[in-house]
């Protein structure tokens, strides 16, 4: 048995002490002795077994035995990822794309309609295309029901809002961000941003979601657009992990106003008396307002 423990202390790949507890009773009672498990402990953490004043050391105080066992591996998730509470069916998805100051799409896509592929791609798409639709990574795909194109000479920018239907709540998951990497051969281009998250989460923070355009070649050096990817790949690659993800969202309820009709969305004094009030308090304002911002209010 002290020569599992010297060989262990020397670094060589051989059965540990823990192997030695399963041959027998006599050799278990051998192999929790703590001096055994001190000098792996020493080995691996020296200062383990120094002492800081009176007190004991840390592990005299706790045992050797249980020390290393404890921290010696890392552990695995013992727990699953609990259900969303959110489903795709909740959601809906307000996509606005602008060649320079003009919106050349703009449209409401329904959770439902979310898929992880696009199966009915135009043709003349490039095989480099093919390979990316085929493939298994997660990815949540829209196709686009009427093409459009655009040009990259020109500033290409996306924001995406969602909506929960069941709360009637929005949140931004990307705010007008610019799609400054174009993978030419591969015929897609991307924008990111980094999401809002909840205050109510103060510990995570800086997950980026990416929005992709699927592009074919169309006509006078413009590119055509066929499809939109959506994808949280530093922290989501399934279903339920997305919509985890989205259920700690920063959901504001400013814009609910809008979807609700209502005629007060800012903090102005509702016995205000002047008339500039009155119309900063009318729908008719914010509404003109947010449509130059947000163009799917115009349907």
């Known amino acids: 048995m002290m020569n599992v423990v010297q060989r262990r202390s020397r670094g060589e790949d051989t059965s540990d002490l823990a192997a030695c507890m399963c041959v ?15 000098r792996l402990c020493a080995q691996r953490w020296p200062s383990t077994c120094h002492s800081q004043g009176s007190s004991l050391a840390i592990g005299e105080s706790r045992g050797y035995h249980k020390l290393f066992t404890s921290f010696s591996q890392k552990r695995q998730r013992s727990r699953p990822m609990p259900a969303p509470k959110l489903t795709f069916d909740d959601l809906e998805f307000y996509v606005d794309i602008w060649e320079g100051t003009s919106s050349v799409y703009s449209a409401v896509v329904n959770g439902a309609l979310v898929r992880t592929q696009i199966f009915d791609p135009p043709a003349g798409i490039w095989e ?6 085929q493939s298994q990574a997660y990815k949540m795909a829209v196709p686009v ?3 459009f194109e655009v040009c990259f000479s020109e500033d290409i920018h996306v924001s995406l809002l969602v909506r929960r239907r069941d709360q009637d709540r929005v949140a931004c998951i990307i705010g007008k961000s610019g799609f400054d990497y174009v993978d030419g051969p591969g015929y897609r281009a991307h924008a990111y941003d980094y999401l809002q998250i909840s205050p109510l989460y103060p510990f995570v923070s800086e997950i980026r979601a990416w929005i992709a355009l699927l592009l074919v070649d169309g006509k006078c050096g413009r590119m055509e657009v066929f499809g939109i990817e959506l994808d949280f790949t530093d922290a989501a690659n399934n279903d339920n ?9 920063d959901w504001n309820l400013k814009i609910q106003c809008f979807f609700l009709g209502f005629k ?9 008396a002047t008339a500039e009030k009155k119309w900063l308090t009318t729908r008719g304002f914010w509404k003109r ?10 349907k």
């Open 24 to 38: 027998s009773k006599s050799w278990r009672q051998l192999a929790k002795d703590d001096y055994l498990w001190k």
């Open 128 to 133: 480099s295309m093919q390979v990316h639709l």
């Open 145 to 147: 029901s009427s093409q």
């Open 241 to 249: 992990e997305v919509l985890c993800l989205l259920e700690i969202l």
């Open 264 to 272: 007060k969305s800012a903090k102005v004094a509702s016995n205000s």
């Open 289 to 298: 307002k947010i449509m130059l911002q947000i163009p799917f209010f115009q």
